[in-house]
């Protein structure tokens, strides 16, 4: 791929499994990635608590895959979405994937594809079971994302003007999986480390994004947390970072 070609994604949805409210900013997203040209919705569309997927559907050229439930109690669907995302992935045509549920099911699914090399972004609920919120690249709380779309915009060099229900989220495992990322980054003499480099660290140690809790940008994060220092530098106001405590 040239550097002027865009990525060819997949988003594959797991309908049965989530809120249709929630694709407009995970196709938001999923834009980051590439060019979200495969998209796909699985389900038992002949069920009332999935009518509204036909509106969505042909809104946003997504394409409805119909399942219906073989057996009371067993879900198809997982197993339909699966072989369609290995067909792709042997194809070589996909160069990341999307995978929209909060299903523990997807675990050896985003595994898999990652062993690859493809990015995997996964999108669910809060109460996602972490074998798969840690298998994914990048794992993204949906209701976050959501209300993270709502809040107005900051400034570049601004931090986020509504961080306070976002700072009640931090724990102290994400304020060690920074600490420790930025102990492994490259420091000046200051102690300083590019703030892009810590989060490429975090990020490759777990699926680390900051939208889930509820910042848009890295700085944000920073700059909301004690434990570290934010310094801008140079005419592109480039943030460093450095743990203070």
């Given at each position: 791929m040239?550097?002027?070609?865009?990525?060819?994604?997949?988003?594959?949805?797991?309908?049965?499994?989530?809120?249709?409210?929630?694709?407009?900013?995970?196709?938001?997203?999923?834009?980051?990635?590439?060019?979200?040209?495969?998209?796909?919705?699985?389900?038992?569309?002949?069920?009332t608590a999935l009518s509204r997927w036909a509106s969505i559907t042909n809104r946003l050229g997504i394409r409805p895959h119909q399942q219906f439930d073989v057996t009371k109690g067993k879900n198809a669907t997982d197993m339909a979405m699966t072989i369609d995302?290995?067909?792709?992935?042997?194809?070589?045509?996909?160069?990341?994937?999307?995978?929209?549920?909060?299903?523990?099911?997807?675990?050896?699914?985003?595994?898999?594809?990652?062993?690859?090399?493809?990015?995997?972004?996964?999108?669910?609920?809060?109460?996602t079971p972490p074998s798969f919120r840690n298998a994914c690249t990048r794992f993204i709380d949906v209701d976050a994302l959501a209300a993270a779309e709502t809040d107005t915009p900051a400034a570049p060099d601004k931090p986020d003007p509504h961080p306070a229900a976002a700072v009640a989220q931090i724990d102290e495992e994400l304020i060690d999986l920074l600490g420790q990322a930025w102990k492994a980054a490259r420091r000046d003499d200051n102690g300083f480390a590019l703030m892009s480099e810590v989060g490429n660290i975090a990020g490759n140690r777990s699926s680390f994004d900051v939208r889930n809790y509820g910042f848009k940008r890295l700085s944000d994060l920073f700059a909301a947390l004690d434990q570290f220092k934010v310094e801008r530098r140079g005419d592109n106001r480039q943030p460093f970072v450095k743990r203070v405590r």
């Amino acid at each position: 791929m040239t550097d002027t070609e865009l990525a060819n994604i997949a988003l594959l949805i797991d309908a049965d499994n989530v809120n249709p409210d929630h694709i407009d900013p995970v196709l938001t997203v999923m834009a980051e990635l590439g060019q979200v040209n495969i998209r796909r919705a699985y389900g038992n569309f002949a069920k009332t608590a999935l009518s509204r997927w036909a509106s969505i559907t042909n809104r946003l050229g997504i394409r409805p895959h119909q399942q219906f439930d073989v057996t009371k109690g067993k879900n198809a669907t997982d197993m339909a979405m699966t072989i369609d995302a290995i067909d792709l992935l042997y194809q070589g045509k996909v160069d990341g994937f999307g995978i929209m549920s909060s299903d523990s099911d997807f675990t050896p699914l985003a595994t898999r594809l990652r062993q690859d090399g493809l990015l995997v972004y996964g999108f669910g609920k809060a109460t996602t079971p972490p074998s798969f919120r840690n298998a994914c690249t990048r794992f993204i709380d949906v209701d976050a994302l959501a209300a993270a779309e709502t809040d107005t915009p900051a400034a570049p060099d601004k931090p986020d003007p509504h961080p306070a229900a976002a700072v009640a989220q931090i724990d102290e495992e994400l304020i060690d999986l920074l600490g420790q990322a930025w102990k492994a980054a490259r420091r000046d003499d200051n102690g300083f480390a590019l703030m892009s480099e810590v989060g490429n660290i975090a990020g490759n140690r777990s699926s680390f994004d900051v939208r889930n809790y509820g910042f848009k940008r890295l700085s944000d994060l920073f700059a909301a947390l004690d434990q570290f220092k934010v310094e801008r530098r140079g005419d592109n106001r480039q943030p460093f970072v450095k743990r203070v405590r």
